[in-house]
């Protein structure tokens, strides 16, 4: 009897500790995923807090106003004025500095780039038995480059503004009369556009990408070099931004961005639609795509080479039309203005030789 009394006491300590066990593993399980919840599930589809969704939701439907002076001439007697942008969603000093940045890149762009632009029209048509498989393909890239000695010391910060999402405005004074002794700073500036638009038996796609790679390196008396990266990539309704400055990921927050100016801008029958740029992703992300979308287009128009190869089957008609341009550019405004969210951006360009 005491051996059965003994045996089964044994048995039941067994069966607690195992149970222990379990509830441990359990436990430490369910630590482990409310870990994760908070940590990573939550962060990427967790529900924001609707009272703070909310008063955001109202506080960015009210038009942040821009100032005049960024719509003002860019050109005076000597001096060129540039107006750039920085991020959203970054402090006014690092914000300051980015835009500083970019309106630097910006001067060398518009002034002394060779633009490189090539594009191929493809079209193939392929025949079997009952069914025919149709495809065009449009791809058109352009490249930008620039490298450009000046004196930092000779560009002047003439106005900053301070937007309420987060965005750094400044208007820099560049002085064209500098002589190339007194240029010992170098900028180094790349914009990339790609657009590819693909049609397959009628069901059609879209890619585009814009990037503006910039690397600063100052004299030794100046400051710290600065390098900085921004990359667009727009896949049909979807789209994804990158941005670097000084080696720092620069988050973008998605909000309601909305402007406004006092300026009576109007809409007229010159302004074209290919010309216009949205805000709703911030003042430099609609900036920087209208630049460089203008660049693409006038590069092709100002000097450029067309060659032509078609091959033809009896089941197979297939075709590509092929367009080269480069060209030492500069670029000068025709129109900038601001209407119903959108920059109206219309650059002209002359070849230098």
């Known amino acids: 009897m005491r051996y059965i009394l003994g045996t089964a006491f044994l048995i039941l300590v067994l069966n607690s500790s195992l149970f222990s066990q379990e509830e441990n593993t359990y436990n430490r399980i369910d630590k482990d995923k409310e870990k994760y919840e908070e940590n990573v599930f939550n962060k990427e589809f967790g529900d924001k807090d609707d009272d ?29 004025r540039i107006v750039a942008y920085s991020d959203p969603n970054m402090k006014k000093e690092e914000a300051y500095a980015q835009a500083i940045l970019r309106a630097k890149a910006m001067y060398a762009l518009m002034n002394f780039s060779t633009v490189s632009n090539i594009a191929d029209d493809y079209t193939n048509l392929k025949e079997s038995g009952n069914y025919s498989l149709y495809t065009t393909k449009f791809q058109d890239f352009s490249l930008s480059k620039v490298e450009m000695a000046y004196k930092d010391s000779a560009i002047v910060l003439i106005d900053t503004f301070y937007t309420k999402y987060n965005e750094g405005i400044v208007l820099l004074d560049f002085n064209q009369q500098l002589s190339s002794i007194e240029n010992k700073d170098t900028i180094v500036v790349k914009g990339e556009h790609l657009q590819i638009f693909i049609e397959r038996n009628f069901k059609s796609e879209k890619i585009e990408f814009f990037n503006l790679s910039i690397q ?76 460089l979308n203008n660049i693409t287009t006038l590069s092709k128009q100002l000097s450029s080479k067309v060659r032509n190869s078609n091959d033809n089957y009896t089941l197979r008609n297939e075709g590509l039309i092929r367009t080269v341009a ?25 070849i230098n030789k």
């Open 52 to 80: 703070y969704d909310a008063a955001r939701k109202l506080y960015d439907r009210i038009p942040e106003k821009l100032p005049d002076w960024v719509f003002a001439p860019i050109e005076i007697n000597n001096t060129t």
């Open 216 to 291: 600063d390196n100052l004299d030794k008396s100046d400051s710290t070099d600065f390098s900085a990266q921004y990359n667009y990539r727009v896949v049909n309704r979807g789209f994804d931004i990158n941005s670097i400055f000084a080696n720092k990921n620069i988050e973008f927050e998605e909000r309601t961005y909305n402007y406004r100016t006092e300026i009576e801008f109007v809409k007229d029958s010159t302004d074209s639609e290919l010309n216009t740029f949205r805000l709703n992703r911030g003042l430099w992300n609609g900036y920087m795509v209208g630049v």
């Open 326 to 350: 480069r060209n030492k550019v500069s670029f000068g405004f025709n129109s900038f203005k601001m209407y119903e969210n959108q920059f109206y951006i219309d650059l002209n360009g002359q």
